[in-house]
């Protein structure tokens, strides 16, 4: 028969208590982790839902201009312009 009630540890060591939960606290944060890294972000598909069709033209024409806009930034240093500055030419009426 046992001696302790029903639930009553004996006989566990400090180190022991803390090394079971130091465990099982490592499982659930990996378990965790995988979970969010699995499970795409509601924002991310609904952002995914407003883009069109396939336009491979568009998206050339796109590339074009970025990668025109990048050489004249690379070629001419007073095309940038500072984040206040910017910041300004957004809040002109």
Do not use: C
């Amino acid at each position: 028969m046992n001696a302790h009630p029903k639930g009553t540890l004996s006989n566990v060591q400090l180190g022991d208590l803390e090394q079971i939960i130091r465990t099982a606290v490592r499982q659930e944060v990996q378990a965790e982790f995988a979970r969010l890294l699995h499970t795409p972000s509601p924002i991310v598909l609904e952002y995914w839902l407003h883009e069109g069709p396939e336009d491979e033209i568009g998206d050339e024409e796109l590339v074009t201009e970025a990668l025109e806009m990048l050489q004249v930034y690379q070629s001419d240093k007073s095309a940038w312009i500072s984040l206040d500055d910017f910041e300004a030419e957004l809040t002109k009426e």
